[in-house]
């Protein structure tokens, strides 16, 4: 099935360019049809390269330029199960998105679908490919497709202001992965994953590999948005259209995890194998820095979708944690929660672009009480939230707990503590505005929420049947919740994860035309713990929810703790600021490294 890797790269970009050519003069309807049906056709291809990865790795050499005597000449897709799990989560989201779109917009301008669809060639392009510097260049063609996307309403100043923030810093985060393209292939004279893997392999550990190591995780990161890298993706989601939101928090980010993943495991686990407590030590450390910082702004913020984002970078932070283990369960855990999340983010973006559709606003306090009639989008808000909670046996939970599990067999017992803290503030923000907005519960001021200007429907908003606009997300919700009720799911996860982490099987599929199916992962076991943790989690969100909708207190005084005050001043908005909070997170990094390794 080789044949068939570069197919959901390739469908979406050739609907993008006959779209850009044509749309002009395509009727409304026939846009729509030739986004989704390139969108469901990329998402379904890469399920099925998903499943015959399991059974090896799936390697596609472009022109036939295939590896003579373990040098890799020509250009490769190394598709193996993760990679296309995370193609196909972008092509399901799209759909979603694409569908949702049809209703939200009485007519989206021809070049929201073409963007739309770059964006997601752009993602599989990223997930799938096995060179170095063709990653850079999806990660780019990503960028470009996404700060346009997130302008999309360009003739209002805060998604130029977003798209900004949004460019800039990534933008930088980008020459910091070329510069350590550049200074691997100075070294190696290779760009192919394996290859790079293969030459680096019992080199002694120096400057050179320090430095390409820190730079390449420093640029994936500003993609995850961890802290201190993470200040724009809140300032693009604010702005970005709702469908957009979707493809942001859904899968953009986690392949910024992905990356670190990816390098890690196929380049630097054979030279750096004797420092991997220091790894592990160092993005461990990030990962739940970044989810304890996203909670704690999640709960400041009265924007819906900024609220949202800021979950976002809370569970990007749990995310990198569990590839931080550098264990395959913890990995395919991972795998598993990036998956619930993606669905459950993408119906609360979906919602949220329903109150904004009917009721012309996104201020938590503006809403109070004026979402009542909104009984089934209030329904999949609610339901979609407790899910990210990870309550036993549905949403969050599978993913969540093999993380959790790896962390304690790695020596972190308190693992379980801090991703239950973070899911705690980060699922209590979103229940909190649920019950405010659908419920009516709560005060109408609230000093403690970021005042932020209101956003203003979109030109052209729909008026169609508000069902078209709940049944996307009531989909997604559905399917978030079911993803730990999977029979398989966990068992072929950790076969896909295993896989991931053997270096010597890339190297053998890549460079020898060798097969090496995913070995058989033990039967996978929910322990009691993980089920006291998740139901623990769970009642506390829903408690803290109460507390801060019911209980009697001054918002004024806690609205005025150095904490807040600190957190609202370094989230400024101000490019500048984020760029040099950008290069010193960037740095601090490479000391860390440079001690450690």
């Known amino acids: 099935m080789t044949w068939a890797a570069p197919l959901p790269v390739v469908i979406p970009i050739v609907g993008a360019a006959f779209l850009a050519a044509f749309g002009t003069w395509l009727p409304p309807r026939i846009k729509d ?11 379904v291809i890469s399920l099925l390269l998903m499943h015959h990865a399991l059974g090896g790795y799936v390697v596609h050499w472009f022109g036939d330029w295939k590896p003579k005597g373990g040098v890799a000449i020509g250009i490769a897709f190394a598709v193996d199960p993760l990679g296309a799990g ?8 799209t759909v979603a998105a694409l569908a949702f779109s049809w209703s939200y917009f009485d007519e989206a301008r021809h070049y929201f679908h073409v963007l739309v669809l770059v964006f997601l060639g752009a993602m599989c392009g990223f997930a799938l490919s096995g060179d170095l510097f063709n990653m850079f260049v999806f990660f780019e063609l990503m960028g470009v497709s996404a700060y346009a996307l997130t302008a999309y309403k360009s003739e ?3 998604p130029i202001q977003g798209a900004l923030n949004f ?10 992965i070329l510069i350590a393209i550049g200074l691997l292939y100075g070294e190696t004279g290779a760009l192919n994953l394996a290859q790079l893997g293969n030459t680096l392999a019992g080199h002694q550990v120096d400057g050179l590999v320090v430095v390409a190591f820190t730079l390449l995780v420093a640029g994936f990161l500003v993609k995850a948005a961890a802290v201190p890298f993470h200040f724009w993706l809140a300032d693009a989601h604010a702005v970005a259209p709702a469908p957009v939101c979707v493809l942001f928090s859904g899968i953009m980010v986690e392949l910024g995890v992905l990356g670190i993943a990816r390098v890690d495991a196929t380049v630097f686990s054979g030279v750096l194998h004797a420092d ?3 790894i592990r030590s160092v993005l461990v450390g990030v990962g739940v820095a970044t989810g304890l910082v996203g909670g704690v702004m999640a709960l400041l913020q009265r924007h819906l979708k900024r609220l949202l984002a800021y979950s976002t970078i809370c569970h990007s932070g749990l995310f990198l944690a569990g590839v931080g283990l550098l264990d395959p369960k913890a990995l395919a855990g991972t795998a598993s929660y990036v998956l619930a999340h993606g669905l459950l983010k993408g119906a609360l973006f979906l919602a949220a672009g329903v109150l904004l559709s009917e009721l012309h606003s996104i201020d938590e306090l503006a809403l109070r009480g004026r979402g009542r009639a909104l009984r089934a989008t209030g ?4 339901v979609a939230a407790i899910g990210l909670a990870g309550p036993p046996f549905v949403g969050t939970f599978l993913g969540k707990s093999d993380i959790e599990e790896a962390g304690v067999h790695a020596g972190l017992g308190w693992m379980p503590l801090a991703f239950t803290v973070a899911s705690v503030l980060s699922t209590a923000a979103i229940l909190r505005a649920g019950g405010r907005v659908f419920a009516g519960w ?17 030109a052209g908003l729909g008026r169609a049947r508000r069902w078209q606009l709940v049944a996307p997300a009531a989909v997604l919700a559905a399917a978030g919740l079911a993803v730990s009720l999977v029979p398989g799911l966990a068992d072929g996860s950790e076969r896909a994860a295993d896989l991931a982490r053997d270096r010597g099987a890339y190297v053998s599929a890549v460079l020898e035309s060798r097969r090496a199916p995913a070995p058989p992962a033990p039967p996978h076991e929910v322990t009691a713990s993980s089920i006291a943790w998740a139901t623990a989690g769970t ?59």
């Open 86 to 93: 995370a193609a196909a989560l972008g092509g399901v989201l």
């Open 167 to 176: 460019a800039v810093t990534n933008s930088v985060g980008a020459f910091l």
């Open 276 to 278: 991997q407590d220091a």
């Open 539 to 597: 009642l506390a969100a829903v408690a803290l929810a109460g507390v801060l909708l019911f209980a009697r207190r001054r918002p004024e005084r806690v609205a005025a703790r150095p904490l807040v005050l600190a957190l609202r001043a370094v989230h400024s908005g101000h490019t500048g600021q984020y760029v040099t909070w950008l290069v010193g997170g960037a740095a601090a990094l490479g000391a860390l490294f440079a001690l450690l390794l």
């Open 442 to 458: 709560g005060p109408a001021r609230d000093a403690t929420l970021t005042p932020l200007p209101d956003e203003e429907p979109a």
């Open 33 to 43: 049809v030739v986004g989704v049906v390139a969108a469901a056709t990329s998402a």
């Open 156 to 158: 209002e100043q805060s």
């Open 379 to 382: 329904l999949v808000f609610v």
